[in-house]
């Protein structure tokens, strides 16, 4: 983390962060943000989709808000295997926000359907996956949304990564939220179960793929040190 950012936290912790809707912290609008396509799939990363200290802070309120646990009753009874805990908000304001800090223009060549980009699904979920947490083998539904909208692609941003911060750190220190990630890696499969892609959670990195009619059956493999925080949304097309 640049040092710019471990200060700008450090202030965070010290005085109320500025929040949109009285919650959330600000997103700072990014210029010429890079969409990565991974090995010809409609699958996309973009590096340093939020800074540092914004995926911190988002962690940090979310946090304070409290997850719940979400399960589910495994595939033998048709749903895939899930384990993590969840925080599901509607904030149009949010995002509005996430949309307009880069996303929007990132999104300007990508019309399925010949449907262009309108903006974010406001139904913002967080997940967290403390170690031995995961999320099976599963596809993502589109949402049909007012005016006419319909979702296509999902949006994950990853809040915590596995890149080890720089600087020393404690070898005795137990405390996961403290350590850093290991596993977690969203993980695509063709019809044959052929891995795909595998992306490692980096922090502040979004992951955008197709879903829908068109979604490629995905997981969210197993924590097994530190803990997973990803912020979910679903780009809307009309």
Sequence with gaps: MAARDEEEFRMMKKKKVKEIGGKWPLVKPKKDLKMNRLKSTNLFTISNFLTAYEAKAFIEVAESFGFTHQGSLGPTKGEAYRDNDRISVIDPFLAESLWESGLKEAFDDIKPNGKAAVGLNPNIRFYRYKVGQ?????????????????????????????????????????????????????????????????????EGMALLHLHGAKCMLHEARIVTKGIKYVLRSDVAFA
């Design 134 to 202: 995961k999320f099976g083998r599963h596809i993502d539904e589109s949402v049909d949304l007012e005016q006419g909208a319909r979702t296509y692609y999902t949006l994950l941003v990853y809040l915590s990564g596995s890149i080890s911060p720089k600087g020393k750190t404690n070898p005795g220190n137990n405390d996961s939220s403290m350590q850093p990630l290991a596993g977690g890696e969203t993980v695509f499969y063709d019809k044959k179960l052929g891995v795909v892609a595998e992306v490692t959670p980096l």
